[in-house]
């Protein structure tokens, strides 16, 4: 009876230590599942906020982007109407000049930092583009260095004209004091007038202002639809706390 009963507390102890086994293997496949979870979690949260990062900081490209637009579109509300004014005025093109050198320098401040702003969307998935943003910067450029080139024209001929004034006034002091023109001055007056009165004024039309604007705003336009993506940094932060 005594061997019956001892034999059956074994089995019974035997039967304890394998549950008990069980549960702790149960216990640890939890706990290692539970630590994978975690460590997913914790991957995922430092994934996005590494991608927040990346974000926050083409968002800011982006911002600056709108600031320095503004700062032309500004600028160029001004020259436009000096443009205009030019014309119906009659004046002279060079009161022109510090304007529109202006819009061509911030427009090659603008198309230098849209290469930054495509370099930090080009590792976002959510960046769609720029669209049509490079193709209207380079023609609003195209209408500026029309206008670059007809005030820089118009300067050439203001020179021209200035020097043969002087020319002329030189070779009347010289017939005044009876000296002879041993130079060829009287020569070189009448090819500098010839050469002035071949290069027509400088000028442009309303239809050239009307295209700059044109231009200008399909420009500002683009840049406008380029939209701040949003970070998910909070999402993550919630999901990691209700772990």
Known sequence: MSELVATTLQSNT????????????IRRQNLES??????????????????????????????ILRELKEDLMEKFREVSENLESIIEDDKDV???????EYLNLKMEDIENHLKIVETNGSILNSFIGTGQL????????QWIKFFVRKIMDAEKRVAMISQYETMSE????????GEEDETGMDEMVKQFKLQISMIKPSTWEQKHVENLRISINNFSEDVDEIRFINANLDDALQQLTNM
């Open 94 to 100: 060079t009161q022109a000049k510090v304007g529109v």
């Open 34 to 63: 539970e630590q994978k979870h975690a460590l997913s979690a914790l991957n995922s949260f430092q994934k996005t906020r590494e991608e927040t990062d990346l974000i926050n900081k083409f968002n800011d490209s982006i911002e």
């Open 170 to 177: 030189n070779l009347k002091f010289m017939r005044a004091c």
């Open 14 to 25: 035997e039967e304890e230590s394998i549950k008990r086994l069980e549960k702790i293997d």
């Open 134 to 141: 490079n193709e209207n910067i380079s023609l609003s450029k």
